[in-house]
């Protein structure tokens, strides 16, 4: 029988992990940058999920993690694997027709769609008011970091917008299969893997759709970001973020993820020594402010 999920708030030890991870990928966005002039982005992905698949399946095989047992959960795993794809696709191949400022906007209104939808399928996980304020403050904070974008007037930017909106939707519905489906009675490694397998064939036919090739030798900085999103950010911090959406509140530990395109703009400077804005001060202070709401105790 399905165990119905759990709804615990976030203690020290799953808020340190989950801003360790926010973190974690910030730096991601960085290594698919080094890496896309020589290795395209959907070629990148499908080569990362092959990658990951198989470490992550030789890490299940060590541990005697189960991995083909009959438990209830393909149906459900496959669906997570499409949505999963499905996400990827939607933001390599949007980002050619909108910028990324109104990337960044339109693919974080899946935290307030996985609080939505929370709110039917785990009904202990139902945000209050003052957490209601707390994501829609952590939301401004976004804004005020990456600025208001103008109204679409090209029809193409429209498109990848709508692209980016599919890809918020696909990354919520990730997060609420794996939260109230058969996959939160089994490993994070299994769920992976069912997310993985069936993304490679997805992402590949999408790379050969789109005429995505590599024309050379990609360089070593391009391999070495390309093994840094394989082997830390997919195989082991994804397995993390699983573990902890069936362990804790999937609507509060979505609203960290707030912090995952600061952590990103902290890292372009760093690495690629992309400006700062003189509102990101801000934009960290209100975006932290809106998270101390949605997790303060009810």
């Not at 994501?135 to 193409?156: E, T």
């Not at 490679?200 to 050969?208: E, F, S, W, Y």
Request: aromatic share 10%; hydrophobic share 60%.
């Amino acid at each position: 029988m399905l165990q119905p999920p759990k709804s615990r708030p976030l203690d020290a030890l799953a808020i340190a992990l989950v801003v360790a991870l926010c973190l974690t990928w910030g730096f991601n966005q960085v290594a698919v940058k080094l890496a896309i002039h020589d290795i395209p982005p959907l070629i990148q992905s499908t080569a990362r999920s092959v990658l990951a698949a198989v470490l992550v399946g030789a890490w299940a095989y060590f541990r005697g993690i189960p991995l083909f047992e009959r438990d209830g959960t393909l149906l459900s795993g496959l669906a997570a694997g499409a949505l999963f794809a499905l996400e990827f696709v939607l933001i390599y191949r949007g980002l050619l027709y909108t910028t990324a400022t109104r990337a960044v906007l339109f693919i974080y209104l899946a935290p307030f769609l996985v609080v939505i939808g929370t709110r039917w399928l785990v009904p202990g996980d139902r945000f209050t008011a003052s957490q209601w304020l707390g994501l829609v403050l952590s939301f401004v904070g976004i804004v005020i970091a990456f600025g208001v974008p103008a109204p679409a007037a090209d029809p193409h930017q429209m498109l990848g917008d709508i692209m980016m909106i599919g890809a918020a939707v696909g990354w919520a519905g990730t997060t609420l299969i794996i939260k109230a489906s058969a996959l939160n009675r089994v490993s994070a490694e299994k769920t992976l893997l069912y997310q993985l397998v069936v993304s490679v064939p997805i992402l590949g036919i999408g790379a050969l759709a789109f005429g995505e090739r590599i024309d050379a030798m990609p360089s070593a900085l391009a391999l070495g970001a390309l093994a840094y999103q394989a082997i830390w950010v997919v195989s082991v911090t994804y397995a993390v973020w699983f573990a902890l959406i069936v362990r804790y509140s999937a609507a509060r530990l979505s609203a960290f993820t707030f912090l995952t395109p600061l952590f990103g703009v902290a890292a372009g400077h760093l690495v690629l020594n992309e400006p700062l804005t003189p509102p990101f001060a801000l934009a960290v202070a209100v975006v932290t402010l809106g998270l101390v709401l949605v997790n303060r105790p009810r």
